[in-house]
């Protein structure tokens, strides 16, 4: 099965040992991983600001990119969603919108793949730690995928997985949103990090780097002993 990676922006400046997660995850799972080189940002933070022709102009630049591929797979719930999100962005053009439909219909978040696609739900990692997983927002609410992840976790040895209290709420990031909206968002997180105190947990699995980067450096600044990974890191934890 031939599997395109779709690194994400963050993925590719912050996040590089996840991406190499995902694909050393996949490639044991049986894939081919090929990274097209033409790829940029989805477009999602001109297209939440507004920018609709900015927007259209980055997915058309992706739609291109990927317009071969047999599958596209993210390590970004956020980023799969704006995929998704394409035809609509092409609703008056009908040449866009056919080529976007092709892409969005054969694009997955990382462990939505291995769990719909692949039919795995135990890649064999081990991982011994209490740890806790952040729903993001648009991976559960866009995307409407709330299931992968935990199937996936589950199964990995040694990890207990706690409940983390009001677990749908937003982290606060939200793109642009913690920018322009930075006292509110500054409360958003603080809130999202005494929940995940109050799990015990630690280690914090997420499935969006956006997430973990606002959490993540909050956590660090306030110095407590929580470890921030994406769930990529985890699938790739062997005895």
């Given at each position: 099965?031939?599997?395109?990676?779709?690194?994400?922006?963050?993925?590719?400046?912050?996040?590089?040992?996840?991406?190499?997660?995902?694909?050393?995850?996949?490639?044991?799972?049986?894939?081919?991983?090929?990274?097209?080189?033409?790829?940029?940002?989805?477009?999602?933070?001109?297209?939440?600001?507004?920018?609709?022709?900015?927007?259209?102009?980055?997915?058309?630049?992706?739609?291109?990119?990927?317009?071969?591929?047999?599958?596209?797979?993210?390590?970004?719930?956020?980023?799969?969603?704006?995929?998704?999100?394409?035809?609509?962005?092409?609703?008056?053009?009908?040449?866009?919108?056919?080529?976007?439909?092709?892409?969005?219909?054969?694009?997955?978040?990382?462990?939505?793949?291995?769990?719909?696609?692949?039919?795995?739900?135990?890649?064999?990692?081990?991982?011994?730690?209490?740890?806790?997983?952040?729903?993001?927002?648009?991976?559960?609410?866009?995307?409407?995928?709330?299931?992968a992840p935990f199937?996936?976790?589950?199964?990995?040895?040694?990890?207990?997985?706690?409940?983390?209290?009001?677990?749908?709420?937003?982290?606060?990031?939200?793109?642009?949103?913690a920018l322009k909206m930075a006292?509110?968002?500054?409360?958003?997180?603080?809130?999202?990090?005494?929940?995940?105190?109050?799990?015990?947990?630690?280690?914090?699995?997420?499935?969006?780097?956006?997430?973990?980067?606002?959490?993540?450096?909050?956590?660090?600044?306030?110095?407590?002993?929580?470890?921030?990974?994406?769930?990529?890191?985890?699938?790739?934890?062997?005895?």
């Amino acid at each position: 099965m031939k599997v395109s990676l779709f690194v994400t922006c963050l993925g590719e400046i912050f996040y590089q040992d996840a991406a190499r997660d995902v694909v050393e995850v996949l490639e044991r799972l049986g894939c081919d991983i090929d990274f097209p080189g033409g790829q940029i940002c989805c477009g999602q933070p001109a297209y939440n600001s507004g920018y609709r022709k900015d927007a259209q102009k980055a997915a058309k630049q992706m739609i291109t990119t990927f317009a071969d591929s047999e599958y596209i797979v993210t390590p970004s719930g956020s980023c799969a969603a704006m995929f998704k999100e394409y035809p609509n962005l092409f609703k008056e053009d009908n040449e866009w919108q056919e080529k976007a439909q092709i892409v969005a219909d054969k694009t997955y978040e990382f462990t939505q793949f291995i769990v719909t696609v692949l039919g795995v739900e135990d890649v064999g990692a081990v991982y011994p730690a209490r740890a806790t997983y952040h729903t993001s927002c648009h991976m559960l609410r866009l995307l409407k995928e709330s299931e992968a992840p935990f199937k996936l976790l589950k199964n990995v040895k040694g990890l207990e997985l706690l409940p983390l209290k009001n677990s749908y709420d937003c982290c606060g990031f939200g793109g642009t949103f913690a920018l322009k909206m930075a006292p509110i968002s500054e409360q958003m997180v603080d809130e999202k990090v005494r929940h995940v105190q109050e799990s015990t947990a630690e280690v914090l699995i997420g499935s969006d780097s956006g997430c973990l980067m606002n959490i993540g450096g909050r956590i660090d600044r306030r110095e407590l002993p929580i470890n921030v990974k994406h769930i990529a890191q985890i699938l790739n934890t062997r005895a």
